[in-house]
């Protein structure tokens, strides 16, 4: 039997990263092919419910590929944040569900077209029509505007990218640790476009978190439309590992979360803590899931090539926990 590589966390021009559905379908076809092996691979793209292939669970006709219906949501509140895939046990998702979604995407989109007239203010040259055309041209979903999409077309325009190198050397970015660390004209208009708020001096609008829903609605909605929720990159998620152990109890007991991701980026450390969480005889029903958060940028940091494994998580932990998922799903 063939131990299963699984890749839980990945995406396309369906959201934020830069190749298509069907080039990542390739690249699958291609891994099974030089591995010999089985792959269960998820794509999960911001707030939009798709599959990778043309049927829920099983793609065309290879026997060694499975998949499911998917979406990456983003919840906010004050007393927590909840970074979350949902995974859906239908074999369609509901009306409700999609409104849902269509709900958050139309919030988004309208956010970022405020903090796009305070670029204008500040001396940008950006023509929404023309933006129009480039979707077109990257086929780019034009339901799922998102900041990846807007900074690559902003900075295509030299003058943009002048302007935008100018305000990252500025005095005022220098006092955020973010801007020393994330030295990149892309990330600045990223985070103009959807961030916490250090662009205020500019005259942004308001924050993204206030247009995403409440982690209580994501986990009434999952109770009743029988979804699953997993837990992403939770070390990005929690600061240190003590805040992780403290608050899991609190995902768990009260936001219905039933599954926890292992990062591709998560260290030794992180990955026992998630180790101790999984094992955890108070939580039965919780699994594993596995991703690489893939984007199509450079392998590294938070973001890692499309099925690259963590080192330090066993195949076959990875098998086992992979054939538990495709139970739940078929």
């Known amino acids: 039997m063939s131990i299963i590589t699984a890749d839980q966390h990945s995406h396309t021009t369906r959201s934020d990263w830069i190749i298509t559905r069907e ?77 849902v979604l269509k709900w958050i995407r139309n919030r988004k989109k309208a956010n970022y077209m405020r903090n796009i007239e305070v670029l204008r203010e500040n001396g940008f040259e950006i023509d929404l029509g023309d933006f129009l055309k ?79 829903i409440c982690p209580s609605h994501l986990s009434e909605l999952a109770k009743n439309d029988s979804w699953l929720i997993s837990l992403v990159h939770p070390h990005v998620t929690f600061p240190d590992i003590e805040t992780f152990l403290e608050m899991f109890p609190v995902y768990y007991h009260e936001y219905w979360v039933r599954a926890i991701e292992y990062p591709t980026s998560a260290s030794l450390k992180r990955k026992q803590a998630i180790d101790s969480v999984i094992k955890n005889p108070e939580y ?26 963590n080192p330090f998580v066993d195949d076959t932990f990875i098998d086992y926990h992979s054939r538990q998922f495709i139970e739940r799903f078929q």
């Open 284 to 309: 039965p029903d919780l699994t594993a899931t596995f991703g690489s958060d893939s984007h199509g940028y450079p392998a590294g940091g938070n973001y890692w090539d499309f099925l690259t494994m």
């Open 23 to 99: 080039q990542l379908i390739q690249q699958i076809v291609s891994y099974v092919e030089t591995h010999k092996t089985k792959v269960l691979a998820v794509c999960t793209d911001h707030d939009i419910a798709i599959w990778i292939g043309d049927s829920e669970y099983l793609w065309l006709d290879h026997e060694d590929f499975y998949s499911c219906i998917w979406a990456e949501v983003t919840t906010y509140s004050q007393e927590i944040d909840l970074h979350a895939h949902l995974w859906f046990y239908t074999k369609s998702v509901s009306d409700k569900t999609h409104k």
């Open 134 to 212: 480039k979707q077109e041209q990257c086929k780019w979903s034009k339901r799922n505007i998102n900041s990846f999409q807007l900074a690559k077309y902003v900075l295509e325009n030299p003058k943009n990218r002048a302007l935008a190198d100018t305000f990252f050397e500025s005095e005022y970015h220098q006092k955020f640790s973010f801007w020393e660390t994330q030295k990149s004209s892309v990330r600045f208009l990223k985070s103009f476009l959807r961030d916490d708020g250090k662009c205020k001096k500019y005259g942004r609008s308001e924050s993204l978190k206030r247009v995403w």
